[in-house]
């Protein structure tokens, strides 16, 4: 069974640092492409940023510069170290695990809320 947990989430002023923890199981982790999404109130899900099986990485505009994604496959764990937060960048966030073969293959966490707010 396939599970994707993520954590981190929270309640932060604008301006700070929140770093979300994305934890697999039951999937062959380093071959898999991770990514985080986002979705706010009213809005469509959004990438935010991806890394690639092999460290490649792709950013949303909307937040390079402030968000890193990294990977630890000894850990099966996926990173978004979030920096110089924004109101804007309030919604839940959503791990998300994919790799092609013949078709694409997906699967989701549950999500974390991540508010930010004075």
């Known amino acids: 069974q396939v599970q994707l947990v993520e954590s981190g989430g929270g309640l932060v002023q604008p301006g700070g640092s929140l770093r979300l923890s994305c934890a697999a199981s039951?999937?062959?982790?380093?071959?898999?492409?991770m990514a985080w999404y986002r979705q706010a109130p009213g809005k469509q899900r959004e990438l935010v940023a991806l890394?690639?099986?092999?460290?490649?990485?792709n950013y949303a505009d909307s937040v390079k510069g402030r968000f890193f994604i990294s990977r630890d496959n000894a850990k099966n764990t996926v990173y978004l170290q979030m920096n110089s937060l924004k109101p804007e960048d309030t919604a839940v966030y959503y791990c998300?695990?994919?790799?092609?073969?013949?078709?694409?293959?997906?699967?989701w966490g549950q999500g974390t809320q991540v508010t930010v707010s004075s």
């Open positions: 998300n695990a994919y790799q092609w073969a013949g078709i694409r293959i997906d699967y």
């Open positions: 039951g999937i062959m982790f380093s071959t898999y492409a």
């Open positions: 890394i690639s099986s092999g460290g490649t990485l």
